[in-house]
C-alpha cells in the first residue's frame, strides 16, 4: 500500500501501529492510515449470518443510551442515509459519558482522533461501498447493512474499551 511504501522511507512512522498514525500523523499519511483502519473496521462490523438486534452488554448498553434498539437503529440509520458526501457512521463509546452514541466522521475521518471515542460499529456510506448494487439508493445499502451487522464484533470492541478504560483507571 502507500502507507507501506511511506513507512519504508521513514523509520520514525515504521515504528508506529496503525491507531499511533492515526492519532499523530496529519494529511496524506493520516488520510492512508485512517482508511485502512476504517475500511478493515467496516469489513470485521459484517459477518454472514449477522444482522438481528444484539444480546448481552451491548444490548443492555444500547437501551441504556437510546432507549430502546428500534431508536438507535432508527439514528443511526438516518446517520448513514443523511450523510452528506463520503464518510462514515459509528457506534461508538464515549468513555467520558459512558454512553454509547452515533458519530459520523467525514472522509477518512476516524473517531480513533477523539480521545474518548472508543468505535463498535461501522457502516461505510462512501458512494463506493453501494452504487453496484445500490446505485445511488443509500437508504436501501443501510437497510441492507443491517441484515449483516456482527453483534459479536461489537460486543468485542466494548469490552475491550471497558478493558482500555480499566487500566487506565489503575
Given amino acids: 500500500t502507500k502507507l507501506n511504501a511511506a513507512a519504508q522511507t521513514n523509520a520514525a512512522l515504521a515504528r508506529k501501529t496503525i491507531e499511533e498514525i492515526i492519532k499523530t500523523e496529519k494529511g496524506p499519511v493520516f488520510n492512508l492510515a485512517a482508511q485502512i483502519f476504517n475500511h478493515t473496521f467496516y469489513w470485521e462490523s459484517m459477518c454472514p449470518n ?3 438486534e444484539p444480546t448481552g452488554k451491548v444490548a443492555d448498553e444500547i437501551k441504556a443510551s437510546f432507549g430502546s434498539f428500534a ?3 432508527e439514528e443511526f440509520t438516518n446517520a448513514a442515509v443523511g450523510h452528506f458526501g463520503s464518510g462514515w457512521a459509528w457506534l461508538v463509546k ?6 454509547l452514541k452515533v458519530y459520523q466522521t467525514h472522509d477518512a475521518g476516524c473517531p480513533l482522533t477523539e ?11 462512501w ?3 453501494y452504487y453496484l448494487d445500490y446505485k445511488n439508493d443509500r437508504a436501501a445499502y443501510v437497510q441492507a ?3 449483516v451487522v456482527n453483534w459479536k ?3 468485542n470492541c466494548l469490552w475491550r474499551s471497558e478493558l482500555v478504560r480499566f487500566r487506565s483507571d489503575l
Fill in 50 to 52: 449477522g444482522g438481528g
Fill in 71 to 73: 431508536k438507535f437503529k
Fill in 94 to 99: 464515549d468513555t467520558a459519558s459512558g454512553k
Fill in 115 to 125: 480521545p474518548t471515542l472508543k468505535p463498535l460499529l461501522a457502516c461505510d456510506v
Fill in 127 to 129: 458512494e463506493h461501498a
Fill in 145 to 147: 447493512f443491517w441484515n
Fill in 153 to 155: 464484533h461489537a460486543e
